[in-house]
């Protein structure tokens, strides 16, 4: 019988993680100090990220960077991950195409966050910090850093985008559940939340207007500091264990990616299953495509402005080069709550410039057809977000079988949808719709925004 | 570092399953006709089952029964399932006894339930059916089933006892997604449920009763058989994959079951998690304990009693030789769904006899202040099931810390709870409480029971 899946061991957990800053032929432009309009500083950031996080983030040299011990012990929880040959979705698309997913869904919070909740919430402990703050959009960050938070001893207050809180309230059954408080945002416990609520009653909120209220609260409560779960460069250094596993795993099918493809909406999964590979077209051994699969609805890579900008809709965060469709752009309220984010990284924007990976943008329509092609033919319900990765790798095999060829197309399948059945429910309904924007939109909201 | 999982192959998923009966030193009594008042045959069973699910249920003597390709094909979509040492609880505990689980709760409908639905929808495929019926309690047998359906193009409806179609709606969309058919039960759609309707309009069902309205369905409808998912012979003999499995992964800890536990709802998960450490025990080379984990108020193995009794409310099955609470107890409606259930098989039940196994008898508060401290320190937020078997390690740790001794303890963890988290959230709210039932209440439900 061929194997389905590829299974590691615990001691092939990767001991480093990949920086793909340092290999990378033009390096991303600077992040800079809004007030002293200076390229950021570690001191900059360790106001508000714990001083390894700030270091990790500034880091342009080292290519590998080690993982704790304690960071490695707790990814025995649920690490390695599968890579699984999706047999079954081949024969459903009848295509020549070998179509594979790293299955970061079984992880015990259903996504890959832990990835980095683990490091950040422990390098915060190991600096004496007391509690902590973050976002989440769907709640799979806010659940991941909960578990995180719970297992070093950290007290922990997650801002949850309010759409998704009412969407998703399972999400926020298991963050309490994990010890964690959890606030709907926007809320009036922040100046940021107060005002947006105020101007807009019935905001449902956005990953950028939670930053914003978690970074007020970090800064204004003594022996607290934010953690992140998407967009920076630390995050996605801490999320290419999924890649540098994968890479092993495809060794082990004897098989080497053609196409490399994750869901994108601040970049982490995404990074973390394409730069280890992507580390093989810089030295020219290797041509994969890499893309980025993001919602029709919230384009940044695929239509958004390369600006500087902020990382948040209120303006509290560094000011980051990168594409962005404004930070106080108001997403549609699309089930996949963890790609409604108004922009990428500094180096995924670098990346796109230089034309060394792609993005495809996805109606939600299409990403739920092929969220239940996937279960009925794989078995697992994928997260509306991992639902747009899915989405381009039927595509892309669609594609070959025109064009007669068989690539190899490796997709992360983030996390799982269990918790996002209402979203399910909507579409068997027939209740969901696309979501468009207009060209004026974007152009209106990005045109305060400094060029670059 | 120390191992946290043990980690198999696809090429270690067991070749065979094991059939405790052949090596049982006295065999159940035999399950009985009621209308012709003699032991079930082939062709009875064959009326309603697979024909190859009715001679696996009255095979007495293949101590061992090859698993088809097919199976194990499908098998390789979730297991092996790892086993891992509870480290983390543990510590939380303060305990030197070893405490391992194995972790059915990575498939991909969250449970055990898909060892034997994909055996039972292969058989029905095979033999030409095309439509089947079954029940769902919580929706784990349910939902396992809709994959299993789909997988090999079976049209599929399952009656859902309705408490948990409430609590769990989630578990509806999983089926549906899937494409199974599901009606909450009792239902207007059997004679069997119209009845209790009539008699009882806010009667929120049982596992009993739903098994009544399937066996009707499958009976009335021509080229459709039922299926079932605990309680009888061939569904403990599919799982025996978990024990089989959990066999060599003990090996490579390098270590024995002192005590080995399940929690227990028709036994399926208890039986595959035991039966096959259990022919240690008959060979004398072993001396392990084993315990079924079973609801305070739903206790039929520590406080029902042993009789002839119909598996269903409606008495449409055959009359199984079993501890029972009687066939129309109706149990409290505790969140542990598929628990629900009124009586044990005959093997379990002549197994309790024999006192070769032991049971307990867990409150719900009980349950979920252990399914709490599990989630906090391993991470997985178990099933209210599932729980049972947790709660009942955590007291044999906690007594071994009293003797002084150091046990090796081995539970499974049947399944994940995230599609429980409504019954966390009154867990946390304070809304939850325990459901004791009296010895009247037991003796007038099985007064009328034909002795043994």
Redesign the interface.
Known sequence: ?Q???F????SDIPEAWYNVIADMPEKPLPMINPETRQPLSVDDLSALFSKEASSQELNTTDRFIEIP?EV??MY???RPTPLVRAS?LEKALDTRAHIYFKNES?S???SHKLNSAIPQAYYCKKEGVTNITTETGAGQWGAALS?AA??FGLNLAVYMVKVSYNQK??RR??M????AEVIASPSMSTRAGRKIITENPNYQGSLGTAISEAVELARSTPGCKYVLGSVLNHVALHQTVIGLEAEKQMEMAGEYPDIVIGCFGGGSNFSGISFPFMRHNFSGSRHTRFIAAEPESCPKLTRGKFRYDFGDEAGYTPMIPMFTLGHDFAPANIHAGGLRYHGAGSVVSQLIRNQLMEAADIPQLETFAAA?LF??T????PAPESSHAIAAAIREARRANEEGSAPVILFNLSG?G??D??A??SY?AGDLVNHQISDEQIDRDTADLQGI
Request: aromatic share 8%.
């Open positions: 019988m194997s389905k899946k299974i590691l061991q615990e011990d490695r012990e025995k929880i649920y079954g079984v015990p919070v259903g578990l719970k297992h309230p399972y059954s298991i309490q559940t994990y010890g239940t279960a009925q794989e078995g697992i319900i799982h269990l918790i059945m209402t399910y429910d068997i």
